[in-house]
């Protein structure tokens, strides 16, 4: 859950609190891994603002529409999607729902 929530932060560049926490595992080196051990370390962290859907095209026709989405991945792995909750709105991101698919 932790995980989910500083992805979906990361998406929408939410400032979050982070806090890295060391041990004696943490270094290799026996003086450092002394200094390090129970260090606690709180930090604020802000992803830079992306725009990760890349392109969007959508074809209406007579028993329906198909949209196809090319969404920009922003982290060093590859992520699945699940599903995908869409709406489309008026002029803007703020705008009045037009359609919603769920």
Not at 45 to 63: C, K, N
Not at 74 to 80: E, F, K
Request: hydrophobic share 45%.
């Amino acid at each position: 859950d932790a995980l989910c929530a500083f992805i979906l932060g990361y998406i929408t560049a939410e400032v979050q609190t982070l806090s890295m926490m060391a041990s004696r595992r943490s270094s290799s080196n026996p003086l450092l891994a002394m200094v390090l051990d129970g260090l606690q370390l709180p930090f604020r962290f802000e992803p830079p603002e992306a725009s990760f859907i890349h392109h969007i095209s959508a074809d209406v026709g007579l028993i329906g529409l198909q949209v196809t989405a090319e969404i920009t991945n922003p982290l060093p792995q590859v992520i699945v999607l699940g599903a995908m909750d869409l709406s489309i709105r008026e002029k803007t991101t703020k705008g009045m729902d037009i359609f919603h698919l769920k």
